[in-house]
């Protein structure tokens, strides 16, 4: 009931309407869990109904609307404060975390962080007890940290002064960096979960005045998140993001901060290439050793060298394309190492909330077991420095490491030591230390949190909702003609080439044109081809050709609409045009032919189709055509030995199956026919799809001999 009555309180809030607003949120004040707030609730009630006396009175008030929208903005946060607490109640078996998020003091917070630094740089000068000394400092001080973020991360809205004082602490010199990235990630959860004006306003201060780094890209990401949270109700958000976007250095960064973004989101994809594609043949190829000097060949195989000599040189290459393509992943913005990790966040670290969001130090209080196992070891040290790893990974590797060095090998273990020989070619010093690098791994931090941790629910996932639109969040109004048309261009091409076209839909329908309406237009054709709506794309198309006939994205896309709503004689003109442009094309070609059959050309698409096979003749793509335009010939015979050729290779696929029963059909012999239609649709989900395609090609079959009566005949057979 009580998240019924938030939930339509938040909705008329939205619409402005503070009446109806208080009518939804008075239930809470029969519910003691809202205690509260009750008091706030009926000191916004009793001002609003002297507003709302002073008016039936006829009092000119030229402050009214200003103090209208004032009551909004108050009861609107203690709806966000009754939404935290209603999220709280969901969950009566609340872990220990939540129990410890108790009020801490400003002078409280400043003395433990300053007093941390200052005993941490003594620590240096103090020869005889620094180890234990040291081990106790950052164990009382990693509890407080601990204490500090279950305090922000559940804390109710803030006043101005709370802004002012985590804003300054968090940009202080005094303040150790790392604190400072935490708490900025605290902040982060809280206001994207429940929306809080100068929670917002405090992560844009940060990102603008700090001069560290890691703080920073960590303040713009919770910032760009947190924008899809807002609503008209503050003015200044508006005000706030235009300031931002007026520096070029931040309009690039969120660019390519919404690329990264769908980068983490499709690791689950990565992770299922890297295991079907890449792994096996890392598996397979044990004859090597991974060194730090590249792929070094083990000892030869005397008996296999002289029964396959050129085997070692296609291993070789074999494993070198395996690496090559994870480094591109990696170099393109992939989770790679999403897969690896998933199953190393059951240890006992990260039932603590803010290890997920720590900075990776060797130092930490939960690692004090591997340090104690590496003792005068370099690898925490070049593990925080180089590791290609997010810090959430980086301590699940150390974690990790502390169950098994003690079974290593003596010389694996002085390997350890050796900076150069610990990551391989997938850590590359200047990528792993560049700005867009560090706002990658934290992304792949949150990402971790919101996909793998127990504490997931209890904050709102930036990264879920349908079709991704959390994650899109230059899709909203708060964004509205802000970004240039060429960066909208860039970030819609981005959407399609990944199958997001719902997202993409978004995308425009909050960023019309501010010149180029042709590219626009094109961009908005091509995603309506990816939501299925082919004829609107189809007449969006040919307005553009009409203006830009030579456009060959545009003509590409009207080509392949044309064959898909079955307009032949704009696909064979399209196609023509396509392959004067790029002769080279295969696939324009092949799709010249292809409507050249379809539009009774069938002799000129052969002769096109035998100098393709002269020039490719393994490709069966060319031979599947041309077994095709074959049977449009009525050369029969000749079309049933291309479908011999394409049924004994590897790659056959459902159509193979029902073309070359067609074929046999044709030539009349019936069981094989009905078999290989059969096949195919034993392969189909939808049991009327042969029906479908049978008359779809029927004029191929009717120009071949075969009655109408037929088909109905052979329809009831299979």
């Not at 931090?445 to 941790?453: G, I, M």
Request: hydrophobic share 35%; net charge negative; aromatic share 10%.
């Amino acid at each position: 009931m009580d998240k019924k009555a938030i939930y339509n309180c938040k909705k008329q809030l939205i619409q402005n309407n503070l009446g109806d607003a208080l009518k939804a949120i008075s239930e809470l004040k029969n519910n003691h869990y809202y205690s509260s707030l009750h008091e706030r609730i009926s000191k916004i009630q009793d001002d609003y109904h002297l507003m709302l006396s002073y008016y039936r009175n006829g009092f000119p008030d030229p402050s009214r609307d200003c103090l209208y929208n004032s009551l909004l903005r108050k009861l609107d946060r203690i709806a966000n404060d009754a939404a935290l607490i209603q999220r709280l109640i969901l969950y009566p078996s609340k872990p220990d975390f939540i129990n410890k998020a108790d009020e801490i003091q400003p002078k409280e917070i400043t003395f433990a962080l300053e007093s941390f630094v200052s005993d941490t740089a003594l620590l240096s000068l103090d020869d005889n007890s620094a180890s234990e000394k040291g081990n106790a400092i950052y164990k009382q001080h990693h509890e407080f940290m601990s204490k500090l973020f279950n305090h922000i991360s559940f804390s109710r809205q803030w006043h101005k002064e709370d802004m002012s004082f985590y804003e300054n602490l968090v940009v202080s010199p005094t303040v150790d960096n790392r604190d400072a990235a935490l708490i900025v990630s605290a902040i982060t959860l809280a206001v994207i979960t429940h929306f809080d004006i100068y929670k917002y306003l405090a992560l844009a201060h940060i990102y603008q005045r700090t001069t560290d780094m890691v703080v920073r890209q960590r303040a713009i990401v919770g910032w760009a998140m947190t924008t899809t949270r807002t609503h008209s109700l503050y003015p200044e958000v508006k005000d706030v993001v235009t300031e931002m976007l007026s520096n070029k250095d931040t309009a690039h960064l969120l660019l390519e901060l919404q690329t990264q973004i769908y980068f983490c989101m499709n690791a689950e994809k990565d992770n299922a290439e890297i295991t079907r594609d890449i792994m096996p043949n890392l598996m397979k190829n044990k004859g090597f050793d991974i060194t730090r000097n590249g792929i070094i060949e083990k000892e030869d195989d005397a008996m296999q060298d002289i029964l396959d000599p050129e085997s070692s040189d296609r291993a070789m290459e074999e494993l070198e394309r395996s690496f090559q393509r994870m480094a591109e992943m990696q170099r393109n913005g992939s989770d790679i190492y999403f897969g690896g990790f998933k199953q190393m966040k059951r240890y006992p670290f990260f039932y603590t909330l803010s290890n997920w969001f720590c900075p990776f130090y060797q130092e930490h209080p939960g690692l004090s077991n591997t340090t104690s196992k590496l003792k005068n070891s370099k690898f925490l040290d070049i593990l925080q420095k180089n590791g290609p790893f997010c810090d959430s990974d980086k301590f699940s590797f150390a974690l990790a490491l502390a169950t098994v060095v003690d079974k290593i090998p003596e010389n694996m273990r002085s390997a350890l030591n050796e900076s150069d020989a610990t990551f391989g070619p997938m850590a590359n010093d200047e990528l792993i230390h560049s700005e867009a690098n560090v706002r990658l791994m934290y992304l792949q931090d949150l990402y971790r949190f919101f996909r793998l941790s127990d504490y997931k629910n209890y904050f709102y996932n930036p990264f879920g909702g349908e079709d991704g639109r959390n994650a899109l969040f230059f899709a909203y109004d708060i964004y509205e003609g802000a970004f240039r048309d060429s960066d909208v261009q860039k970030i819609g091409y981005f959407l399609l080439k990944r199958n997001q076209a719902k997202a993409l839909e978004l995308l425009l329908k909050h960023n019309p044109p501010h010149g180029d309406v042709l590219k626009h237009d094109i961009l908005c054709a091509l995603c309506k081809m990816g939501n299925g709506q082919y004829d609107e794309a189809y007449s969006l198309l040919d307005k553009v050709l009409q203006q830009d006939p030579d456009n060959r994205r545009c003509l590409n896309a009207y080509a392949r609409l044309s064959l898909l709503l079955e307009h032949y004689e704009d696909a064979e003109t399209s196609y023509r045009r396509l392959t004067e442009m790029i002769p080279e094309n295969k696939t324009y070609t092949l799709n010249l032919c292809i409507s050249l059959i379809k539009n009774s050309k069938a002799q000129e698409a052969l002769n096109m189709l035998y100098k393709l096979n002269y020039e490719s003749p393994d490709d069966l793509d060319v031979t599947r055509v041309i077994a095709w335009c074959l049977m449009a010939c009525k050369k029969i015979p000749q079309a049933e030995k291309e479908y011999n050729t394409i049924l004994n290779s590897q790659t056959i696929t459902a159509d193979d199956y029902l073309n070359a029963g067609y074929c046999h059909w044709i030539s009349g012999n019936m069981e094989k026919a009905i078999s290989y239609m059969q096949q195919y649709k034993s392969m189909q989900k939808d049991e009327t799809k042969l029906h479908e395609e049978i008359k779809r090609d029927q004029d191929i079959l009717l120009s071949n001999g075969i009655r109408p009566s037929e088909i109905h005949m052979m329809n009831d057979l299979i």
